[in-house]
């Protein structure tokens, strides 16, 4: 346990109903799993997420930042110390600039990738439909490079606002950041604290005018196909592992092990698309973590490849 009975009233104290506590994590990921977390914090505000994360540096307690809780696999057994959600106070979007040929846009981390793709639809904005559909906020899509086959989300990206080793605001470009796919890896001598889990405060993005009934079309064109191809209307937490190779993805080489519709428990490796695990009620971690292993190491028998997962893992080990 990170917090004691006297860090709790303190907590309680100070944030009110900003903070809660065992709060079940599989209220709050997508995939509707997840031990609780021992302190579940929705900053109403910068100067309340500051105020946190100070505390938590100065008393050297773990913290965790959730977007969306879309690309997460909580295990069973819960998170120790405070899980931090910016939804509610991080999620304006704007145009910051407009010029003939390019549009600047910016987005807090808190907002949802799919708000920013409509929003980019409505003013006529080409660069973002490659993310309609992709679950999750803007922070978390920033710090794992989300995509799709269409794109990602750093070639779209201009600058990335973190909050920096002295809780500054700390203003990254493009250029600075050493993105691949889907990771970002943070320089030491950037500003941000890369000691402890960095917090994007957001992102300003550079788009295209277009004809929006063009843009309006594709559109439709990519939420149809995803619905055809996709378990959209069960929870999973998107794509489970990345794709080894645009000629291996790992849908394919999970679907040619023969893996499809397998189930433990209520987990199942959807038989719509194999790269997907959803959650068919009751699922538990421990439940994603059988059918995960059966992937990676059908995966590996089979065709000498390893799968890694592209959902981020958190939360103590045991019980799982
Ligand atoms: N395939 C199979 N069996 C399956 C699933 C796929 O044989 O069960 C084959 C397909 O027929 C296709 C190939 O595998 O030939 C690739 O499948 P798909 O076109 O569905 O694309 P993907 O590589 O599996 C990627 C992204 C998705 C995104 C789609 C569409 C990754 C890991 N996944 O999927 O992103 O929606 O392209 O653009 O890059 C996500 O990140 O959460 C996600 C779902």
Redesign the pocket.
């Known amino acids: 346990m990170a917090l004691d009975d006297t860090a709790r009233e303190w907590l309680q104290e100070r944030f009110g109903k900003e903070i809660c506590f065992d709060e079940p994590m599989a209220r709050h990921t997508s995939l509707r799993v997840g031990g609780p977390a021992e302190a579940f914090f929705a900053p109403a505000n910068p100067i309340a997420l500051i105020a946190m994360i100070d505390w938590c540096r100065h008393w050297n307690v773990p913290y965790q930042i959730i977007g969306g809780g879309t690309?997460l696999l909580v295990t069973d057994a819960g998170i120790e110390g405070v899980v931090i959600s910016l939804g509610r106070a991080f999620n304006r979007i704007a145009i910051e600039k407009r010029a003939a040929d390019s549009v600047t846009v910016s987005a807090l981390a808190g907002a949802k990738t799919g708000t920013l793709c409509s929003f980019a639809l409505k003013e006529g904005l080409a660069g973002m439909n490659f993310a309609l559909?992709?679950?999750g906020t803007i922070g978390g899509a920033i710090m794992m490079n989300?995509?799709?086959?269409?794109g990602e989300i750093s070639e779209v990206l201009a600058a990335v606002t973190f909050l920096g080793t002295q809780s500054q605001t700390c203003r990254v470009a493009r250029a600075q950041l050493d993105y691949r796919y889907r990771s970002l890896t943070l320089q030491t001598g950037s500003g941000v604290d890369i000691a402890r889990p960095p917090v994007v405060i957001g992102g300003t993005f550079q788009l295209k005018p277009a004809k929006q009934a063009d843009l309006q079309a594709e559109a439709d064109r990519i939420l149809t196909?995803?619905k055809q191809?996709?378990p959209t209307q069960l929870p999973s937490a998107?794509?489970f592992?990345?794709?080894p190779s645009s000629e291996n993805?790992?849908?394919?080489l999970?679907?040619?092990a023969g893996l499809?519709g397998l189930r433990h428990g209520d987990a199942e490796i959807s038989d719509r698309?194999?790269?997907f695990i959803v959650n068919r009620g009751k699922a538990t971690a421990g439940d994603i973590f059988f059918l995960m292993d059966q992937c990676r190491t059908e995966v590996k028998a089979r065709f000498n490849i390893e799968l890694e997962p592209?959902i981020k893992i958190v939360g103590r080990k045991t019980n799982t």
């Open positions: 690309n559909g992709v679950y989300a995509g799709t086959r269409y196909e995803r191809n996709q998107g794509c592992f990345k794709n993805p790992a849908g394919r999970i679907d040619q499809k698309h194999a790269n592209e």
